[in-house]
């Protein structure tokens, strides 16, 4: 038998309630759960920061999202522009846009958030280049207008004043302020 080692873990109320349901639900010792917890950690905490992760799990186990592959993404628009439907496509983009800001308005703090959780999509990097002012850098100009409409629309329906400033592969965004 593998040597055993006791620990002793202090935990808030909250953390104990959530212990007591996994083990009533799951059926099994609280003793598993933080070997499971333990075992999880290790395994994915090479995938990037929890905060990525929270983003993944919020985002895909509601349905409301999908993971595509970057190619597919681009024949996409590509087949769009060929066919003539940008205008009406991004018409569209525009709507949906409004929708995810009046609902991210209540569940992110700032802007900031947001860029994070679109930058877990793949679509950019941030960088914050000071309090207020925020980069994008694109990983392809095809969808540039597509990041731009989004970004515009989120943010003002989250209660921003904004401005964007394009380059070739970047977006320059300016928090003006933030209406409450």
Do not use: P
């Not at 055993?4 to 007591?20: A, M, P, Q, S």
């Amino acid at each position: 038998m593998k040597n055993l080692y006791r620990i002793t873990v202090v935990v808030d109320e909250e953390t104990f309630k959530r212990l007591k349901e996994i083990k009533e639900k799951e059926n099994i010792s609280l003793n598993r759960i933080i070997k499971h917890a333990i075992n999880l950690y290790l395994k994915y905490k090479d995938m990037g920061n929890i905060d990525k992760i929270n983003i993944y799990f919020d985002m895909l186990l509601k349905g409301e999202h999908i993971i595509l592959d970057i190619d597919h993404w681009l024949v996409m628009l590509k087949l769009i522009k060929k066919y003539n439907a940008m205008k009406e496509f991004l018409e569209e983009h525009r709507k949906i846009a409004i929708a995810h800001g009046e609902q991210l308005r209540e569940k992110l703090n700032d802007a900031e958030d947001f860029f994070k959780r679109l930058e877990a999509c793949n679509f950019f990097k941030y960088i914050k280049d000071r309090d207020n002012v925020y980069t994008l850098v694109l990983n392809h100009e095809d969808y540039k207008e597509f990041i731009k409409i989004l970004v515009e629309e989120v943010l003002k329906h989250m209660g921003y004043n904004i401005r964007i400033k394009e380059d070739i592969l970047k977006l320059r965004v300016y928090l003006i302020n933030r209406k409450k």
